[in-house]
């Protein structure tokens, strides 16, 4: 089944201390993303990625950072959290096409105390 | 700057009625235009995916229509149930790294 998955689906932490979102795509997708959505402010985009090691800034990338070792995985690293950045984020993926579907994750509740 | 904007915030209907959902956007330079539901809480759903040389694309009892040169979109829902109710969110796609540009979604309730 085609899927992208994230890990955690919910994380409570605090101030300061380094964390480490993953997502994982099983469909080859060229492209990838991160996005954070928060009430009035709906969906924007942190991050994204159009191959291994090819990485960019969205609209909002201040306090995260992302890599892309491998073109399965994406993950995005805070590495001073701040209560600011709680929200609700969501990692996306499509193939290289421009016209192609996006697909997804399920999501990570972030709450930083 | 691409802006995506729908209409209306949020609509609630009897159970049955056909609905218009409406999408708007400030640059027609889109590769497409997705159609998203959202429960609360939940991840993204894709609905419909239109392509930029498409006009429209129906999904049983969901039909979506794009007029890319007025930058307008319509995801059109016929006789609405209650499991319906959700957020409905529409994205386009535009420039480098195949960003989604998003709407702030219009909130669906529909009653039963």
């Known amino acids: 089944e085609a899927q992208v998955t994230q890990n955690p689906r919910y994380l409570i932490t605090v101030t300061g201390k380094k964390l480490t979102v993953t997502c994982s795509q099983n469909?080859?997708?060229?492209?990838m993303s991160w996005y954070r959505q928060d009430p009035g402010l709906g969906l924007r985009q942190i991050y994204y990625s159009m191959n291994v090691e090819v990485t960019d800034k969205g609209d909002v990338p201040e306090g995260y950072k992302v890599s892309r070792k491998e073109k399965r995985n994406f993950p995005l690293i805070l590495e001073s959290p701040s209560p600011n950045q709680t929200s609700l984020y969501f990692c996306?993926?499509?193939?290289?096409?421009?016209?192609?579907?996006?697909?997804f994750g399920q999501g990570t509740r972030l709450t930083v105390v | 700057k691409q802006e995506v904007t729908q209409i209306p915030a949020a609509l609630s209907v009897p159970e049955g009625e056909n609905l218009v959902l409406n999408c708007s956007f400030t640059?027609?330079?889109?590769?497409?235009l997705q159609w998203f539901r959202q429960d609360p809480g939940k991840g993204l759903t894709s609905l419909l995916l239109i392509q930029s040389s498409q006009r429209e694309q129906t999904s049983g009892r969901l039909n979506a229509s794009l007029d890319k040169s007025s930058g307008r979109s319509t995801l059109y829902i016929a006789a609405s149930q209650p499991g319906d109710s959700a957020t409905y969110l529409c994205a386009v796609t535009v420039g480098a790294g195949n960003m989604l540009t998003f709407g702030g979604g219009t909130r669906l309730m529909v009653k039963p």
């Open positions: 996306a993926s499509r193939d290289g096409q421009g016209g192609s579907e996006a697909f």
């Open positions: 469909m080859n997708h060229e492209y």
């Open positions: 640059d027609s330079a889109i590769y497409n």
